[in-house]
């Protein structure tokens, strides 16, 4: 391979290094990919500055092109995910987790890659190898045709995958089975480099846009201090009604429930009792109450004001839930032309699924040439398959709050683990030396038998004797972090691994209860149960269920937090028995 290359994506993968990488390992080999999102955003930088990396030459290119087709495999991958197992049907595989056998590459000779151009629907491509396509008169139809005549460009369109054998808006899932889900499927092969998708920046939906509205303008006059989100909210609960909205066909694709861990009921909630997820989950609903409930004076003063027009029913605790919901599941940070970044809601581009292993990672920055948001894809897709993105690396807990779903063997997931600084006279001189070194109290836990530096490093101090404490404080700061990282005596190191493990404990016993509870009340065995849709990749749970979906909500709901649960405990078992001394 060509040296220039390899260089080229061994900075790549430094420059893109993020803190939370760098917690797990604070001198990565950057001659090996640090992680799927490290290298998914290297391969990204690459292609993105591509004409100094590859300075023309063609077996550069090709190599590029190599490295970026191999992604999935490379990471651990039978295959990339959208690509159906050869003993599954494909319309039940296409959106499961990467186990299928290796297929021939999507891209073409003819798709150079790191094309400028946005790839053109081809017109024989109305029927997909693996999505299905959606009827002319469906609300998805319809927003793909709006979003044309309004300038987004690209090769992709809404479609379903997976589910029933149905292929229209509606399709029922086959007895027992899980329902068809909607993305956005490739048109036509997508090659490393290609732009898939440009979207306009003046079809984007900001708090400014909802802030310089005329009921944004109305909000912002009251005299109740209404932020930014609020006045988004109450305009989103009112712009979805509207039917001449600029919007509306955008407001009328989104789908009537979220089904979220925010509008979960508290019977389902209670689901999660004995894990960390039970009190974020409270304590989000809580907060999302009490903003609406000081939204209140607003949503009286507008229906008073204007009785025939505002009804009471758009400003219901469920509508304005609804709302919160879609902007912290479809809001996207944009960093807009003149370099200002904004949470936006991209239409068209929402429909793009989430997956640990994505095509696209790099999709929330506005071109100033172009004036769009570019959606370049980093490796390839075959023509008919299912596009996806990444929301970023985001645990299951977050997944299932804010998303509605949570995913299995989630390279991303983690369990904070909280230390204490045990009372007494030395409490100051711990909480003075932790400063010093630039050691946290709040930790991370992630699978595969490795506990970060920093959490040993951490529970050493904490530990230490007053004579160790003494001898620490002479220590300089900028050496401190590495004396820690060295074990100290033998009695000292046990006192250090004992406090470890008591503070996994403190979270494993609990989330075994909650499993063993759940179990029980399922009459069955956690692993046992059926796989519901997505096992490897995430749609709105919205779109797995109700009237259109077939499927049912209570049924996924607890399938995601059984798959919450088995990754939490699956980490706080293997953290457990990674702790030095236990094995």
């Known amino acids: 391979m060509s040296s220039a290359v390899l260089k080229a994506l061994i900075a790549a993968r430094q420059k893109c290094l993020t803190e939370d990488e760098a917690y797990w390992d604070p001198k990565p080999d950057f001659t090996r990919p640090v992680s799927a999102r490290n290298e998914a955003a290297a391969l990204s930088w690459l292609l993105d500055h591509q004409a100094v990396v590859c300075r023309g030459s063609p077996a550069d290119v090709a190599e590029l092109q190599a490295l970026c087709t191999s992604y999935c495999t490379r990471m ?28 021939e590459a999507a891209a073409g000779p003819a798709n150079v890659a790191g094309s400028e151009a946005v790839l053109a629907v081809s017109p024989h491509l109305a ?47 086959s007895k027992g089975g899980p329902p068809p889900l909607r993305g956005l499927r490739a048109d036509m092969p997508v090659a490393p480099g290609d732009v898939v998708l440009q979207v306009p920046s003046d079809l984007l939906i900001s708090y400014e846009t909802a802030r310089e509205s005329d009921l944004g303008k109305v909000l912002s006059a009251l005299p109740l201090g209404l932020s930014d989100d609020s006045i988004a909210l109450i305009w989103t609960c009112v712009e979805r009604r509207e039917p001449e909205a600029a919007h509306a066909p955008f407001w009328k694709a989104l789908p009537d429930l979220f089904s979220t861990g925010l509008s979960a009921s508290d019977e389902e909630v209670a689901l999660l009792k004995g894990t960390p997820l039970h009190g974020q989950a409270v304590r989000a609903r809580k907060h999302l109450r009490d903003a609406f409930e000081s939204s209140s004076p607003a949503l009286q003063s507008l229906m008073g004001a204007y009785p025939e027009y505002f009804k009471p029913e758009w400003f219901s605790w469920a509508s304005y839930l609804w709302a919160a919901e879609l902007w912290y599941s479809y809001g996207i940070q944009v960093q807009l032309a003149n370099g200002d970044i904004c949470t936006c809601l991209a239409p068209y581009l929402g429909l793009m699924n989430h997956h640990p292993l994505p095509h696209i990672v790099h999709f929330s920055k506005v071109d100033p040439r172009t004036g769009c948001l570019r959606v370049r894809a980093f490796r390839s897709c075959t023509a008919g398959h299912q596009l996806f993105l990444s929301y970023g690396p985001y645990s299951n807990a977050k997944l299932l709050l804010f998303y509605g779903f949570a995913l299995k063997d989630n390279p991303a997931d983690e369990v904070d683990l909280v230390l204490q600084v045990p009372s007494g006279p030395t409490a100051t001189d711990r909480r003075a030396l932790l400063a010093a070194a630039g050691l946290p109290l709040e930790h991370r836990l992630r699978s595969g038998g490795r506990i970060a530096p920093a959490v040993l490093a951490c529970a050493r101090l904490l530990t230490a004797p007053p004579e160790i404490l003494k001898q620490l404080r002479c220590v300089p700061p900028s050496e401190l972090k590495a004396q820690l990282a060295v074990p100290g005596s033998t009695e000292s190191e046990a006192d250090a691994m004992r406090m470890l493990l008591d503070a996994i404990d403190a979270l494993l016993r609990p989330a075994q209860e909650c499993a063993r509870r759940l179990q029980v009340e399922e009459g069955q ?52 028995a990674a702790v030095p001394g236990t094995r």
């Open 76 to 103: 651990g991958a039978v295959a990339p995910p959208e690509q159906p197992s050869p003993d599954q049907p494909e319309g039940q595989a296409a959106n499961m987790a990467a186990e299928a056998e290796a297929t």
């Open 127 to 173: 029927a997909s190898v693996s999505g299905r396509s959606f009827e002319d008169s469906s609300v998805e139809a319809g927003l793909q045709r709006w979003c044309m005549q309004r300038g987004v460009r690209g090769a992709v369109s809404p479609a379903l995958f997976g589910g029933g054998s149905g292929g229209c808006v509606g399709a029922q899932a």
């Open 525 to 576: 065995k956690v692993h046992a149960a059926a796989a519901p849709p997505l096992l490897g990749s995430g749609e709105r749970v919205g779109w797995m269920t109700g009237a259109d979906g077939g499927g049912h909500e209570g049924d996924e709901l607890r399938h995601f937090v059984r798959l919450y649960l088995d990754g939490f405990i699956r980490i706080l078992e293997g953290s457990r």
